[in-house]
Nanobody
Framework: VQLVESGGGLVQPGGSLRLPCACS????????MTWYRQAPGKERELVAT????????NYADSVKGRFTISRDNTKYTVYLQMNNLKPEDTAEYYC??????WGQGTQVTVFS
């Protein structure tokens, strides 16, 4: 099983990033996928969740209207589109499959 996040980096406030998480080794289309983040010294928090068919999504209040989660079951990939980024979005971002499998994370830093 592999979950590989990418797309992180340095961005100024108001900027955008798109994080893909490429998955393999399990039946991707059968799993709810979730993005989490963890900032230094803070608890890991749920950012966004998408159902197995993509028809159901949920977001943390702090990212509603700015972030969009999506998935492509033909590519075994889940995405997190992040717009209007803020310094408080700075964190390591992780994808998770069914509360069972985790990626290694990708760092997002929003600086002014």
């Amino acid at each position: 099983v592999q979950l590989v996040e990418s797309g992180g980096g340095l961005v100024q406030p108001g900027g955008s990033l798109r994080l893909p998480c490429a998955c393999s080794g399990f039946t991707f289309s059968g799993y709810t996928m979730t993005w989490y983040r963890q900032a230094p010294g803070k608890e890991r928090e749920l950012v966004a969740t998408i159902g197995s068919t993509g028809g159901r999504t949920n977001y943390a209040d702090s990212v509603k209207g700015r972030f969009t989660i999506s998935r492509d079951n033909t590519k075994y990939t889940v995405y997190l589109q992040m717009n209007n980024l803020k310094p408080e979005d700075t964190a390591e971002y992780y994808c998770n499959a069914g509360n069972r499998y985790w990626g290694q994370g990708t760092q997002v830093t929003v600086f002014s």
